[in-house]
């Protein structure tokens, strides 16, 4: 059999693997998983180790494989003698576009001119940042040069949403050649209810043990070996930075309670503010408290609740004021309210737009 007709055979068994595990439902891919785990765990470490090896050895071989595009220079096989056909001789680039002379906004390729601010009608407030924050931002230190480089994983670690969207499994998966992310349709940002079920702590339950001086719950999340050290660092400066921040203090003032369980947050969805002003919404603007009984989620039009008792999720919309700041902290460290749909033009305040709805409203009815 040649290496061809093996490799043939070889995706063909995994496909109808990949189907047979695609028809199980989520409970039954539950079961398997954990009788694949039990199972491991119960082998001698040198049978453990023997596995090991062979599903080394064959991602090794998987990694080698090589696509269909590609051809072998001798019967090497070797890498550096592999000569891959079809590849492009050059980079499309889009042509570079001059800055928005209004607003100041970068453009691409095709954008009309007034995409971003209709040609000046619209203008936006820049927030001034904490002078922490702003030291991390344009700094020159080892500390504000890790921050930097790593500032994904900094925002992702006190988002209080996370990224959603369908993705092909089979590409994101490190096992079969190189990892390769690609999403399919929109993507989402998700807020996750406050209901752990007694496992650690993630997500916005992090921000209930802010309050902790050591720390130790974020501090887990921390990376290891040469990252750690900096990372404790920078995740103690932006503790005290977020401070201030009201989805910050609305969740910590969760950590003191006891009976969390009975306990449900609404997000308050339907912002009201004028975001040329950057208004620095209050606590109570952005979110309320309440035990289970009250009614005080009828106080907002459009409202997103969460649940101390389960582990929902819920979508937010990017055309909600809030979609900014809670997904983005490090660029909103106050909740300053971000894009939304009801941003006035120049010289139009909220009070006509409010107005002008609600006629319409009437002469519709």
């Known amino acids: 059999m040649t290496d061809e007709q093996r490799h043939v055979m070889r995706e063909q068994n995994n496909q109808r693997k990949s189907d047979s595990y695609a028809r199980l439902t989520p409970e039954q891919r539950n079961n398997r998983r954990a009788r694949d785990r039990a199972r491991y765990a119960s082998m001698p470490d040198e049978q453990r180790q023997l596995k090991r090896d062979q599903m080394n050895r064959r991602n090794s071989a998987r990694r080698r494989t090589l696509d269909p595009n590609c051809i072998y220079a001798n019967a090497t096989h070797s890498s550096t003698n592999v000569i891959y056909q079809n590849l492009p001789g050059s980079t499309h680039l889009l042509k570079t576009q001059p800055d928005c002379r209004h607003c100041g906004a970068k453009r691409f390729e095709y954008e009309p001119p007034g995409f971003c601010c209709m040609n000046g009608k619209v203008k936006l407030q820049m927030p001034e940042p904490p002078e922490e924050l702003r030291r991390l931002y344009s700094g020159e230190d080892i500390q504000s040069q890790h921050f930097m480089e790593n500032i994904r994983y900094f925002n992702s670690h006190f988002s209080f949403t996370t990224m959603y969207c369908d ?23 998700n807020i996750h209810s406050f209901g752990n079920g007694g496992n650690e702590p993630s997500h916005l339950q992090l921000y ?23 990372d404790i660092s920078i995740i103690r400066c932006l503790v005290h930075i977020l401070r201030d921040n009201p989805y910050s203090e609305t969740f910590r003032s969760l950590g003191q309670v006891e ?14 503010l004028d975001q ?11 979110a309320a408290v ?4 009250n009614d005080i989620n009828k106080h907002f039009d ?4 969460l649940f101390g008792n389960n582990n929902n999720y819920y979508s937010i919309r990017p055309s909600d004021g809030c979609y900014d700041p809670l997904s983005y902290p ?4 106050r909740a300053e309210l971000g894009w939304h749909s009801d941003i006035p033009r120049e010289g139009i ?4 737009i409010s107005t002008t709805r609600q006629r319409n409203a009437d002469n519709a009815g």
């Open 290 to 293: 309440w035990v289970e009984g």
């Open 330 to 333: 490090l660029f909103f460290p």
């Open 208 to 230: 209930f043990y802010d309050d902790d001086p050591s720390l130790s719950h974020r501090f887990r999340r921390a990376r290891d070996e040469i990252y750690r050290e900096r």
């Open 276 to 286: 040329r002003t950057y208004n620095r919404p209050l606590t109570s603007e952005v």
């Open 349 to 352: 305040d909220l009070s006509q």
């Open 259 to 272: 009976d969390v369980d009975e306990y449900r947050i609404v997000l308050n969805m339907d912002y009201k």
């Open 302 to 305: 459009r409202s997103i609740t």
């Open 167 to 189: 993705y092909d499994k089979n590409l994101a998966s490190a096992r079969d050649g190189v990892y390769t992310f690609k999403a399919h349709g929109q993507m989402y940002h």
